[in-house]
């Protein structure tokens, strides 16, 4: 049976994941690489909407996909699962640099001033502007390389890690938050503070060993408004301690607190979707089937609009972000319907070799 509340997960973290990149995009925070504050307010206090969302959504994106990639196992040979995920996931962040996302690297590269830095030569403004075309694709670089880690982790403990991971209960899945910090402070990218392998990599094998079982599951059904009120305490308390602080990097991001609200709203969502969204509709579906070509293309709406509108003040701010929000979901939806419908360049950009009904 298909487990409704896992693509509901997905689709409503993904339209967070756009909603974020608006706020992101105007932050006041002083986060390089977007085009930061355009309003003339002294503190921009809606901006806390990135601290809610920013320490969760891509932790249990991980988490979903390490208990989506259990359910494929089942089912499915190691060769199949590596064949699957390298198309779906390596091919959009490879090719698809080359076949789409270049547009998207140099809306970012113009944001950022690569284009026109006098400090690089031609061939370094190109490399640097095909680069940026990852953007939001990290996450699926990140998602393939733990896909092939877990065929090895697999080979290596042979059953045993599934078999203890079905016996976890209550207190030890609040244990298991200490080796979730430990690894959080591993691993990370200096300057690409998104890449964290360490914090990510642990929650996707948590995904896979753990929350993949039934037994689990029901223990977070069970306890899932408590953890959801703690958590909301939790929040409450990291936004009034680290607002106007970079919440993106260190030392926030490798906090007790930082980390303990990531890993404890990742738990109660789960435990609450999993309880009160375990159902599938018309709306839901259309939801599901998309939330991947949104992700992808969402972004460059809103980057276009920072950059083309925004940032020489040809919009008011509020209209700025209006226009930013439209441009994300309206340009990520129909971006998606276009090219999921061409042969051969929908594999390219989206890993699709065939259109999904």
Known sequence: MRKHYLDNIRWFTVVLVVIYHVFYMYNAEGIVGVVGKITSLDVQYYDVYQYI????????????????????LDNHTNKEFIKSRTSKLLVPVTIGL???????????????????SDELPPVGKVIGTILSGIGVLWYIQLLWIFSLLLIVVKKIEKGALLNIGRKVNFPVLIALFVPA???????????????????????????YYVLSHDEVIEVLKKWSLLLLAVSV?????????????????????????????SYFMCLALIGCFAKYFDFANAFTKWMSTRSFGLYVFHY????????????????????????SLIAGFGGGYILYEIISRIPGYRWMVLGMKKKKS
Not at 53 to 72: A, D, Q
Not at 98 to 116: D, K, M, P, T
Not at 189 to 203: D, E, K, Q
């Open 53 to 72: 969302v920013y320490p969760w959504f891509m932790p249990i994106l991980f988490m979903v996909s390490g208990i989506s990639s259990k359910l494929y």
């Open 98 to 116: 080359f076949a789409f996302q270049f547009i998207q690297g140099y809306v970012n590269a113009s944001i950022s001033g690569v284009i026109n």
């Open 181 to 207: 910090f430990l690894m959080a402070q591993i691993l990370n990218t200096p300057l690409i503070v998104v890449y964290r392998f360490g914090y990510y990599f642990f929650v996707f094998l948590l995904g």
């Open 233 to 261: 305490v939790l929040c409450i308390w990291f936004c009034i301690k680290y607002f106007g602080d970079n919440y993106a990097d260190k030392p926030v991001n490798r906090s007790v607190l930082f980390l303990s609200y």
């Open 300 to 323: 460059l709406g809103i980057s276009a609009v920072g950059l083309y509108l925004a940032k020489p003040g040809l919009v008011s701010a509020p209209l700025a972000y209006m226009l």
